[in-house]
């Protein structure tokens, strides 16, 4: 079974500039969830959709950061302008509907803006 | 508000010296309690989930256990493969998504 597929890998941006990121989840799952990891600590949630319906955005900075699942498949999380302080890795994890209390991650983005 | 407090930061043990990891909490109504392992450059990867009080799951050389306001992950005799960040994550009963710790770096040398 493929896992939680990302990409890109790897992104260094100025500030103010925009990038944007791609989640594959596991076939199946069908909520997916975006994380900020800053270096040192714990990932925290930036957004959960369920299919392609937004379940929890309050930690999103709506002002900068979006993120969309059309097709309830795919996902993008986008920011725009970057600041120095979003420099992280950005997780995307996955939980299949018959057991959401377990979460698949994938290998993450590391953004470094400059 | 969710906390998740994980000791020590970091750790240090010789191959084979058994040693316990921390993860203090607080929450309005615990769902679960989760411990995933992180490798560099990599995601955290799902080791256990912990439901109720007194509960204890166990892999290979890993056991979680799990009291009301506290979990603990016991290695015994570590090996060097085992070096990498553990994290604790709480999920309460009125939101879906998980509440990490920060972590605690264990390094095992041979």
């Known amino acids: 079974e493929a896992g939680v597929a990302q990409s890109p890998r790897y992104k260094i941006i100025e500030k103010r500039q925009s990038v944007a990121f791609w989640c594959n989840p596991i076939?199946?799952?069908?909520?997916l969830y975006w994380y900020q990891q800053i270096l040192g600590q714990g990932p925290k949630l930036l957004i959960q959709?369920?299919?392609?319906?937004?379940?929890?955005d309050s930690q999103l900075p709506k002002d900068r950061f979006s993120a969309e699942r059309l097709k309830g498949v795919d996902s993008t999380l986008k920011i725009q302008p970057a600041k120095l302080e979003d420099s992280a890795v950005y997780l995307c994890?996955?939980?299949?509907?018959?057991?959401?209390?377990?979460?698949?991650f994938g290998p993450g983005t590391r953004l470094t803006v400059t | 508000e969710d906390q998740v407090t994980q000791s020590p930061e970091a750790l240090r043990l010789q191959e084979g010296e058994s040693s316990s990891l921390n993860c203090s909490y607080t929450?309005?109504?615990?769902?679960?309690l989760f411990w995933y392992r992180q490798d560099p450059g990599k995601g955290p990867e799902f080791l256990f989930t912990?439901?109720?009080a007194g509960e204890e799951k166990e892999k290979e050389r890993l056991k979680a256990t799990l009291t009301k306001k506290e979990s603990f992950l016991h290695i015994t005799a570590p090996k060097p493969e085992d070096s990498a960040t553990y994290l604790c994550?709480?999920?309460?009963?009125?939101?879906?998504?998980?509440?990490f710790g920060s972590g605690t770096r264990l390094q095992v040398q041979p």
């Open positions: 994890a996955s939980s299949p509907p018959w057991a959401t209390d377990e979460q698949y």
């Open positions: 076939s199946g799952h069908a909520t």
């Open positions: 959709f369920q299919n392609n319906g937004v379940v929890d």
């Open positions: 929450v309005s109504g615990l769902r679960g």
């Open positions: 912990l439901y109720s």
């Open positions: 994550a709480l999920k309460d009963t009125g939101r879906r998504a998980l509440t």
